[in-house]
């Protein structure tokens, strides 16, 4: 059974369980998540879906990794202006580096999340983060990789490799 939510991710999480079943031999498996309902479903999910398939994995709470604070456009359509006299949109404004009224800015979300990729540093193995795209958007510009396109809507499964040198890659689930 799936957590509500999470059906539309049923070909990208056999993708991923794929991915660690090959890289696991002999490694320690753990899968962060922020706390959050969504994200501990997910982790539960993942965790039970692996241990189905032979692989033990851990799961680790970092709270710090929730979602970016929204303030006053938290649960607003993102296609509304950013002020009343605007042409900008919400997601324009916040594409283009804008901070929401009493929300967090992108060096705010930065600087929470920095010390939880030191707590991720120190666990060796594979680590598979649960969360939001705002949290992997910050992971990539801490970690000072290029986030060229960070859409998760179709399914692909981002892979940070060695986070002493980091790289990105995308994995597509096949259809």
């Not at 320690?28 to 309902?37: A, D, E, Q, R």
């Not at 033990?56 to 303030?71: C, D, F, P, S």
């Not at 540093?121 to 705002?134: A, D, E, P």
């Amino acid at each position: 059974m799936c957590p509500q939510g999470f059906h539309g991710y049923q070909k990208p999480l056999a993708h991923l369980i794929e991915i660690v079943r090959g890289a696991s031999k002999a490694q320690n498996i753990y899968i962060v998540h922020t706390g959050m309902t969504r994200s501990v479903q997910g982790a539960e999910l993942l965790r039970h879906r692996l241990s189905n398939a032979g692989v033990i994995a851990r799961t680790v709470e970092l709270i710090n990794l929730q979602e970016r604070h929204y303030g006053k456009w938290e649960g607003q359509s993102w296609d509304e202006p950013a002020e009343p006299s605007s042409d900008l949109t919400r997601r324009h404004h916040i594409k283009c580096g804008g901070t929401p009224p009493l929300g967090e800015s992108e060096t705010q979300v930065d600087a929470r999340v920095q010390p939880q990729l030191e707590s991720i540093k120190s666990l060796i193995g594979i680590v598979i983060v649960i969360g939001h795209s705002s949290i992997f958007k910050s992971l990539c510009r801490v970690l000072r990789i290029n986030e060229l396109d960070l859409s998760l809507k179709d399914g692909r499964i981002a892979v940070i490799q060695d986070l002493k040198q980091p790289s990105l890659q995308w994995h597509t689930p096949s259809s």
